[in-house]
């Protein structure tokens, strides 16, 4: 099972084309990668130029095969705006995405683990400070607001993706948002409840014992499917609530919110397309 709040992540970082940087950004994540491990682990200079050594193979592997993906799924989502959007059609969207996530977390796994093998115990133990840190923070965020609060979180939330993408929205589109965000659960206690399990597991598997890299690697194989029913029974409900909300929007667009999509969408395929044509002619491996 997959995390809502992995495949809202992901499609945040996916959409950067929202902006006009979007290769530019994706140009310099060499650069942002270690700056935000540091938030995590305070490396020293020579992990600091290993790391980078671990980025470089890396990245030549994402622009090469994982950026031609993006390019089919925009063009997946392009095509399907010709005709009526269904809830189905949304979802299948959303699985591409999974697997596009589920790719780049076990590329991303095998270098991690490699950057672990190199870290001391004091700075593991730091890092496990700082995810229960923010554990606690989130607790505070999220735990502590009102239903009311919640729903309307969520409400300006999915308003401000859906203006991201089609422009002003109407009377009867913020409506269908509304209508929709009063449908989904609240996950924040299921989500923290099985985080904190999966960081207890952490705690242990990181003292770093006898063939702990490939534990690692089958724990996190394995919690994707040891979610609890509470959590996937929240996840299937609000996957299809957003799924179908999207459906409708899209269904309910006006010419100029059709013209302000597919501008958006096109301008995110040229740009991976142009990050694309710049690792062939750099020499990045075709695969």
Request: charged letters at 30%; hydrophobic letters at 40%; aromatic letters at 10%.
């Amino acid at each position: 099972m997959f995390r809502w709040c992995k495949l809202s992540l992901f499609l945040s970082l996916l959409m950067l084309g929202a902006c006009s940087g979007t290769t530019l950004l994706y140009n310099r994540l060499d650069f942002l990668v270690p700056w935000y491990v540091d938030d995590y682990a305070e490396l020293n200079g020579e992990q600091e130029t290993y790391l980078e050594e671990l980025l470089t193979p890396f990245l030549a592997w994402h622009r090469s095969q994982e950026l031609p993906s993006y390019v089919k799924i925009l063009g997946d989502i392009e095509a399907s705006l010709d005709e009526p959007e269904t809830q189905a059609g949304v979802e299948a969207i959303f699985s591409e995405f999974e697997r596009a996530w589920l790719r780049l977390e076990g590329e991303a796994l095998d270098s991690l683990l490699d950057l672990g093998a190199q870290l001391s115990d004091a700075q593991l133990d730091g890092f496990l400070e700082v995810l229960w840190e923010q554990q606690d923070e989130y607790k505070e965020e999220y735990l502590d607001r009102p239903d009311e609060e919640f729903y309307e979180d969520s409400y300006d939330n999915l308003k401000d993706n859906a203006k991201e993408y089609l422009g002003a929205l109407s009377d009867k589109q913020r409506d269908i948002l509304r209508e929709s965000s009063s449908k989904l659960l609240r996950s924040d206690e299921e989500w923290l409840r099985e985080r904190a399990e999966w960081f207890k597991q952490l705690e242990v598997i990181l003292k770093r014992g006898p063939q702990w890299q490939q534990r690692v690697r089958a724990a996190v194989a394995a919690r994707r499917d040891k979610f609890s029913p509470e959590y996937v029974r929240i996840y299937e409900n609000n996957s299809a609530v957003i799924a179908d909300a999207i459906a409708r929007l899209l269904n309910s667009r006006t010419e100029r919110q059709d013209r302000h999509v597919r501008l958006k969408l096109s301008d995110l395929r040229e740009d991976f397309e142009t990050l694309i044509a710049e690792g062939k002619a750099a020499g990045t491996p075709a695969g």
